[in-house]
């Protein structure tokens, strides 16, 4: 199989990523975005190191799904402060904890 179809649907899961980001209100749905456009590095990444045969883009993805899993972690307990403060998960409100 061609790498410019992994390439391609890494391309589109990247742009529905950002589109989300842009577009939603909600915290989880956005949370859920960034994820999927994280992901869609980690398939160029791979794509990448099989067409050239190293290692190095697989190491990077790794190392992408490890901050993931931070950010996952710090994100979601973010996410859970500020609904059981405001009753609300939407972007909106966050700028609402300065005051």
């Known amino acids: ?37 994280l992901n869609a590095c980690n398939l160029a990444f791979v794509t990448f190191s099989r067409v050239h045969g190293t290692l190095e883009g697989q190491v990077a993805a790794f190392f992408v799904m490890v901050v993931a899993a931070a950010e996952v972690v710090v994100g979601l307990a973010i996410i ?19 005051y």
């Open 1 to 37: 199989m061609s790498p410019n179809w992994f390439l391609t649907l890494s391309a589109l899961l990247f742009t529905i990523g950002a589109v989300g980001v842009l577009v939603r209100r909600n915290a989880i749905v956005v949370f859920m975005c960034v994820e999927l456009m």
């Open 80 to 98: 859970v402060a500020i609904y059981r403060s405001r009753r609300s998960a939407s972007v909106d409100d966050v700028s609402l904890l300065k």
